[in-house]
């Protein structure tokens, strides 16, 4: 193609001009990349410590402290709703208890499950740190900072007095890390019968139902298609009680999207200014094409090439540049990793272009209204 051999050779004329402005656009794609797959990396740990590791909904009945009967109907409802993970939803009954040990005493929150539907949400198998985990009847699983506090081991036998003066001796069949101080201090985990031994309950009511979603931010429109189904039940979502929580994911995102912008607009100008100024050195070139023959729509598209070119190159030097720096972060002395993801990459290439493409418009359009006529005359 013509305007194509006519813009490499234009910019072939002054390749250090070429090398800097596709530099430019290199460090603003690697830039992009960074500080995109930072920041997804960074939502995406702290979401995971946060609430990766508990229920994302909550079915509980619509009078604190009496139960939720876990029917048919609940159950269908529950499973029917593709956005909530069918092995993560966890019948759960809750009680406090008071651990004592001689003249020793702690308050503990239990939570009673069946192992499987536990383990799905709060990934109590991964996260043990000694033992086993196992919730027969008189099994008990405890924080790793309590099990510490009060020099416990798996195989142990704990005391618990629970309200009205009963007691239970259960056996410590694991430690684990909840990922949280404050769960690791106070959160006990033991068999489904153990609380129910304490009411009068049914064998189908509980506390509370607890479920996660495939996707964390998709909780507020299940939460709501729960209500719509289950308008006798209360329904509640973990973002509803981490407002702290969303609002710093918010200002990451926001902080992320306005140091991309100012990177594009940077970019953009560097373009802009480049090929505005290439277009005024090659006018003389230019009027002399056009009076050749060269159409208006080829001398245009001269410097739609030389965008298309150097968007190209800028951007192919951009990702390799952001690949380095993810790399040589995974040798920072942090515990933490950046993840990649393509969809951002492929997003970040695509608008390196598109903005290398805009920003020819300018010195496009005034090239094919050059008159060869005048720029002859002129000399």
Not at 71 to 97: F, G, L, N, Q, Y
Not at 191 to 214: F, G, M, N
């Amino acid at each position: 193609m013509l305007s194509l051999r006519i813009a490499t050779r234009f910019l072939r004329t002054n390749p250090v001009q070429s090398v800097l402005i596709m530099a430019g656009i290199s460090v603003g794609i690697a830039t992009q990349v960074f500080v995109g797959s930072l920041i997804a990396s960074l939502q995406s740990g702290l979401i995971d410590a946060t609430v990766g590791s508990s229920p994302h909904v909550t079915i509980s009945a619509a009078e604190e402290g009496d139960p939720v009967a876990y029917t048919e109907r609940v159950r269908d409802v529950v499973t029917a709703d593709e956005r909530i993970k069918p092995e993560a939803i966890a019948p759960v009954r809750t009680t406090s208890a008071l651990f004592v040990e001689g003249d020793e005493s702690a308050p503990l929150s239990l939570t009673g499950g069946e192992l499987e539907s536990l383990d799905a949400i709060y990934a109590l198998s991964e996260r043990t740190t000694a033992g086993n985990a196992r919730l027969a009847d008189d099994d008990v699983i405890l924080g790793i900072d309590f099990a510490e506090k009060y020099s416990l081991e798996p195989g142990d036998e704990i005391t618990l007095v629970f309200a009205g003066n009963q007691t239970a001796t259960l056996t410590l069949s694991a430690t684990v890390d909840l990922g949280a101080a404050a769960a690791n201090e106070r959160q006990a985990f033991v068999s489904e019968e153990l609380p129910r031994t304490l009411t009068d309950w049914s064998a189908e009511e509980y506390s509370a139902i607890q479920a996660q979603v495939r996707e964390p931010f998709d909780s507020a429109e299940v939460a709501e298609a729960l209500r719509l189904e289950l308008p006798d039940l209360a329904i509640s979502e973990w973002q509803d009680a981490n407002a702290d929580l969303l609002t710093a994911l918010q200002s990451q995102s926001l902080s992320s999207y306005m140091i991309q912008a100012f990177v594009l607009v940077a970019v953009a100008l560097g373009i802009a200014s480049t090929l505005a100024i290439s277009a005024v050195q090659k006018t003389r070139q230019i009027g002399i094409l056009k009076a050749m023959g060269l159409s208006d729509a080829r001398a245009g598209r001269i410097f739609l090439w030389q965008a298309a070119l150097l968007g190209a190159g800028g951007t192919t030097g951009g990702l390799a540049l952001g690949f380095a720096l993810l790399w040589g972060f995974s040798f920072a002395p942090v515990d933490f990793a950046i993840e990649p993801e393509p969809a951002f990459i492929v997003l970040s290439s695509a608008v390196g272009i598109s903005v290398a493409l805009l920003s020819s418009i300018v010195p496009t359009r005034k090239t094919s209204r050059l008159d060869p006529i005048e720029v002859i005359q002129s000399g």
